[in-house]
């Protein structure tokens, strides 16, 4: 048996793609202004990235497959 659910994050997504830039760009050599336009500029790239499975930045469909005992993530 096959089904969907549809998640909903408004704020998830945007703050795990900030976090996790942060933390890239947290130990060079660069200053404070650097490091945030550096992270700005990949949060982009990785927000438009994750627009073949997310919607409008906060909407996730996973499928779960209960006889095969697997969940996989639906592209748009």
């Given at each position: 048996m096959k089904?969907?659910?549809t998640f909903?994050?408004?704020d998830g997504v945007d703050?795990?793609?900030k976090k996790y830039t942060k933390a890239l760009f947290e130990n060079l050599p660069l200053t404070e202004e650097e490091k945030e336009d550096c992270s700005y500029k990949r949060e982009e790239s990785i927000s438009k990235a994750l627009e073949k499975w997310i919607n409008y930045g906060e909407y996730i469909t996973i499928e779960f497959d209960l006889i095969a005992k697997t969940a996989k993530v639906v592209d748009r």
């Amino acid at each position: 048996m096959k089904f969907q659910i549809t998640f909903k994050d408004p704020d998830g997504v945007d703050n795990g793609i900030k976090k996790y830039t942060k933390a890239l760009f947290e130990n060079l050599p660069l200053t404070e202004e650097e490091k945030e336009d550096c992270s700005y500029k990949r949060e982009e790239s990785i927000s438009k990235a994750l627009e073949k499975w997310i919607n409008y930045g906060e909407y996730i469909t996973i499928e779960f497959d209960l006889i095969a005992k697997t969940a996989k993530v639906v592209d748009r």
